[in-house]
């Protein structure tokens, strides 16, 4: 595990603060969800609740959620990348598939998805060797994995927390690449690591910002 003091100051900085040495072991990250999903542009928010799963070493999770789309119609998601492969399977009460999706441009949008995510998974700025940093100029640190073109920014306050992440370009379903934003607030100690519990993630879309998904970490905990 390389030290703290091998990484960007501002990501140094950061772990020394909010993630104590106690807490810097385990191969992955379970946490809780709740909160709720807008699938198109001035529609209506569904609740959901939701369990993930990261690995600390290595670019995997998967997202099992269950989203309330009406009184008595319950979508069962999970939203993956594993082996280094993405993956979208929605069903109907979790038993009717409703639609898949996956190949090369959702490979690496669900790669994109873990590097925001490290926010709520810091320990793998640690662990994971095959993430790559970059200090920009503008106070952001880049995060990149695989390709030159699969990275995100994390934006720090003045305090020096991670606020926000961003990327040029992710695959929004068919209609396109366009830049995506999370924002994260709220930090609280949870699983012995302090994170933000609250965020919002958002589409920059040619007609303006569309945010779709908005939660809460509700626990989490470090296993082996």
């Known amino acids: 595990m390389p030290a703290s003091t091998d990484l960007p100051a501002l990501l140094a900085a ?26 198109k542009p001035g529609g209506r928010w569904s609740p959901f609740t939701a369990e993930q799963w990261m690995a600390t070493d290595a670019v995997s999770f998967c997202w099992h959620a ?13 939203d993956a990348c594993e ?7 929605v069903k109907l009460w979790g038993a009717l598939p409703l639609s898949h ?16 995510e490290l926010t709520w998974n810091p320990v793998a700025l640690l662990r994971n060797p095959a993430l790559r940093f970059e200090e920009r100029s503008d106070g ?6 695989g390709d030159p073109d699969t990275w995100v920014d994390l934006r720090f306050d003045a305090a020096g ?21 999370g924002r994260f607030e709220d ?28 939660g809460e ?7 082996d």
């Open 140 to 145: 952001a640190v880049r995060v990149q994995v």
């Open 101 to 116: 999706e996956e190949g090369p441009r959702f490979d690496q949008g669900e790669a994109q998805r873990y590097l925001a």
């Open 187 to 214: 930090y609280t100690t949870l699983g012995g690591i302090r994170l933000p519990r609250r965020g919002a993630v958002s589409w920059h879309l040619p007609e303006g910002p569309f945010c779709y998904w908005r």
């Open 83 to 89: 082996d280094g492969h993405g993956r979208l399977d």
């Open 161 to 181: 927390d991670i606020v926000g992440t961003w990327t040029e370009a992710r695959a929004y379903g068919d209609k396109g690449v366009f830049p995506w934003e």
């Open 66 to 78: 269950r989203i309330k789309m009406a009184p008595l119609l319950t979508a069962v998601v999970e």
């Open 14 to 39: 950061y772990l020394d603060r909010n993630v104590p040495a106690a807490a810097r072991g385990g191969s992955r990250v379970l946490f809780s969800q709740t909160g709720a999903m807008c699938l």
């Open 217 to 223: 970490i509700v626990d989490l905990e470090l296993r």
